[in-house]
């Protein structure tokens, strides 16, 4: 039977594998199987790897309604779907 320790170090559904010292190489692999494994683990695995994705901009319209060259960062309720769905998965990572 395994000690507290290695339990630790290997993880369990619900935990992530604990990190050790000198075993960085093993533990990562650990990790990313245990990241893919739960809801969504693919697309948190790729926000891990490539970082979280631009905050979502919308252009900047003049007086008549036009559009500008400029743009600010969208409010939360001018995210579309997909963009909420993005920023979720990168709070997750």
Same mark, same amino acid.
């Given at each position: %039977?395994?000690?507290d320790?290695?339990? =630790?170090?290997?993880g369990? *559904?619900? &935990?992530?594998? %604990?990190?050790?010292e *000198? #075993?960085?190489?093993?533990?990562? !692999? &650990? %990790?990313?199987?245990y !990241?893919?494994?739960?809801g #969504? ?5 790729? =926000?891990? %790897? =490539?970082?979280?994705?631009? +905050?979502?901009r919308?252009p !900047?319209? #003049?007086a +008549?309604g /036009? #559009? +500008?060259?400029?743009t600010?960062e969208?409010? *939360? *309720?001018?995210?579309?779907? /997909? ?5 979720? !998965?990168?709070?997750?990572a």
């Amino acid at each position: %039977m395994s000690n507290d320790k290695e339990s =630790s170090a290997a993880g369990t *559904d619900n &935990r992530a594998p %604990m990190l050790e010292e *000198d #075993d960085y190489e093993s533990w990562k !692999i &650990r %990790m990313e199987r245990y !990241i893919r494994s739960k809801g #969504d683990g693919k697309k948190i695995w790729k =926000s891990i %790897m =490539s970082g979280p994705a631009t +905050t979502p901009r919308t252009p !900047i319209l #003049d007086a +008549t309604g /036009e #559009d +500008t060259t400029q743009t600010r960062e969208k409010t *939360d *309720d001018e995210f579309t779907e /997909e963009e909420n769905a993005r920023e979720l !998965i990168d709070y997750k990572a």
